[in-house]
């Protein structure tokens, strides 16, 4: 069984920075897409970056140029940097791994770790 253990997420002033990881275990990380989301208080969560097993990557416009996604495949880790926070970016983040082997479709998430921009 899969599972994503997320950390680094904490309380940060406007224009700061922050670096989330995650932990993968439980099979063979470099077959999984990987990604992380992030829902506000009272919104719907919503994807931020993805990374597929072949580190192709994908931000959302919201935070692309700011916001950079990667993974390590021998420590089986994921990270999220975040620079130039904004209020805005306030939410909890999980982590996201999944893989498609038809017809099967296999979806895992972390627990999420609050981040919280404010000065």
């Known amino acids: 069984q899969v599972q994503l253990v997320e950390s680094g997420g904490g309380l940060v002033q406007p224009g700061g920075s922050l670096t989330l990881s995650c932990a993968f275990s439980?099979?063979?990380?470099?077959?999984?897409?990987v990604g992380w989301y992030r829902q506000a208080p009272g919104k719907q969560r919503e994807r931020v970056a993805t990374?597929?097993?072949?580190?192709?990557?994908n931000i959302t416009d919201a935070v692309k140029g700011r916001f950079i996604i990667s993974r390590d495949t021998a420590k089986r880790m994921v990270y999220l940097l975040m620079n130039r926070l904004k209020p805005e970016d306030t939410a909890v983040y999980y982590c996201?791994?999944?893989?498609?082997?038809?017809?099967?479709?296999?979806?895992?998430w972390g627990q999420g770790t609050q981040v919280t921009v404010s000065s």
């Open positions: 439980g099979d063979i990380f470099r077959i999984y897409d």
């Open positions: 990374m597929s097993m072949e580190h192709t990557s």
């Open positions: 996201n791994a999944n893989r498609q082997t038809d017809p099967n479709h296999y979806d895992y």
